[in-house]
């Protein structure tokens, strides 16, 4: 697919986000609006390998939201991909819906991992890449996280093993968007030196626009597998609530409800931002 295909579908994909968070009533907004352009150019940027008539085809590529809050952003893409049927949408976060505030690998199709337990989706992800290096098998794994669970010490347990490993099917990316739940990242726990952290643990590390999709197709083919080579990470620096002006960069929009007059303004940018990539 071109270029502008990708960016028509992030644009459709960005405006699907939001209108199942105002039918649904809930959602957290601002991480889903962060990842559209990662997601689409791992699922319709011919990256990622698989197969929606049958999501446990053996040679399918692996992929893994470690960040699960963003689970609607996903859910969108494995409806947009064919995974799931875009109606079902319309029951994110109901009562008896399978397709809940976290994605469950045991109901949906597509998913890989349940995830939601901040910092553990990349210890599923070495799990999946170890397990191919084992088999001698060239599945691809790759794991998105956001940069506030790269906090937690879990990650970089996996990211010790995997380098000691020699894991080269794994790839890491991280929302780099500098916001989480309550504040700015570095109000928190400051991660600067953020990439050097990662290299001195024996990763290759690559920085990017998380919202230029030929960046990402650029850092995601540099990253391709090398099955004794270190684990590659992507950092995306990227816009929480991107796309909707008066969320972008806001910790308000982690989770939160548009009122009607922010609804309005939110449907006519994305309208408008979707007519341009159409």
């Known amino acids: 697919m071109d270029l502008h295909g990708l960016q028509a579908i992030a644009a459709e994909l960005r405006q699907t986000v939001f209108q199942t968070l105002c039918k649904t009533g809930g959602g957290h907004i601002g991480p889903s609006l962060s990842i559209i352009e990662i997601l689409t150019t791992l699922y319709f940027g011919g990256v990622l390998k698989y197969d929606p008539r049958n999501p446990q085809d053996p040679r399918r590529d692996r992929f893994i939201l470690s960040k699960g809050h963003a689970s609607l952003a996903l859910y969108a893409?494995?409806?947009?991909?064919?995974?799931?049927?875009?109606?079902?949408?319309?029951?994110?976060?109901?009562?008896?819906?399978?397709?809940?505030?976290?994605?469950?690998?045991?109901?949906v199709p597509g998913v890989e991992a349940s995830t939601g337990a901040l910092a553990h989706g990349l210890s599923f992800a070495v799990g999946a890449a170890l397990a191919a290096k084992l088999d001698g098998t060239d599945n691809r794994v790759i794991a998105l996280l956001g940069d506030g669970e790269c906090q937690e010490g879990a990650i970089w347990e996996a990211a010790m093993f995997s380098a000691h490993q020699r894991l080269g099917q794994l790839?890491?990316?991280?929302?780099?968007?500098?916001?989480?739940?309550?504040?700015?990242?570095?109000?928190?726990?400051?991660?600067?030196?953020?990439?050097?952290?990662?290299?001195?643990?024996?990763?290759?590390?690559?920085?990017?626009?998380?919202?230029?999709?030929?960046?990402?197709?650029?850092?995601?083919?540099?990253?391709?597998?090398?099955?004794?080579?270190?684990?590659?990470?992507?950092?995306?620096?990227?816009?929480?609530?991107?796309?909707?002006?008066?969320?972008?960069?806001?910790?308000?929009?982690?989770?939160?409800?548009?009122?009607?007059?922010?609804?309005?303004?939110?449907?006519?940018?994305?309208?408008?931002?979707?007519?341009?990539?159409?």
């Open 171 to 278: 790839t890491a990316i991280v929302d780099n968007n500098k916001l989480q739940a309550m504040d700015r990242l570095d109000n928190i726990i400051a991660m600067d030196p953020f990439a050097d952290k990662w290299r001195a643990f024996g990763w290759e590390v690559l920085e990017v626009d998380g919202h230029d999709i030929p960046a990402l197709l650029d850092a995601l083919d540099r990253a391709k597998i090398d099955k004794d080579g270190a684990p590659k990470l992507i950092v995306a620096h990227t816009v929480k609530g991107k796309g909707i002006s008066f969320m972008e960069g806001v910790p308000l929009w982690h989770v939160r409800m548009p009122n009607e007059e922010e609804r309005t303004i939110a449907a006519q940018e994305l309208a408008l931002d979707r007519k341009g990539a159409l």
């Open 77 to 107: 893409a494995l409806a947009k991909a064919g995974f799931i049927d875009a109606e079902e949408l319309d029951e994110y976060c109901r009562p008896g819906s399978r397709l809940g505030g976290h994605p469950n690998m045991h109901e």
